[in-house]
């Protein structure tokens, strides 16, 4: 979500953990499209209502074989297939500020581009959203990686 020269961010993070700045987002819940997980997610960490018409602008689908705890809800497992999409949203309302029911997003507010580029850069998972950021990737790209547990990646 931009905002003239600005870009939406949330500070989140476990209790007693890091905290890190990231995109609005997370994970759909049972019975639910992708575009009401993005409104509600939208909703719950940054307080603002979405409205379409969404833009693509990549997707990219891990395959992560480390051996990284994978807690969703009342899941646990080692290693996950994840496909995350990452739209333009065109317009919203409301006023920002999380609303987070798990407590997890600290902080919601819109940072210059540049400086929400430097605080992505910090998170190794935006690499891609940091790339679109400055527009190295093609608009609704698909992006596949595979994480091996020797730490090594394959771009596929």
Known sequence: ?????????VQQGEPGGELHWSLPGGVLEEDELLHEGLAREVREEAGLEIAGPLRLAFVV???NR??????LRDREGIGYLATVWTFEIGSWWGEVGPRDPD????EA?????DEGTRRLEAVPW???TV???RGELEPGSVHLRRWHADGGVDVL
Request: hydrophobic letters at 40%.
């Open 103 to 106: 407590g997890l997003v600290r």
């Open 131 to 133: 790339g679109y950021m």
């Open 61 to 63: 689908q891990v395959d």
């Open 1 to 9: 979500m931009r905002r003239d020269d600005e870009i939406l961010l």
């Open 109 to 113: 507010r819109f940072v210059p581009l």
């Open 66 to 71: 480390r051996p990284e705890p994978l807690r």
């Open 126 to 128: 935006h690499e891609l």
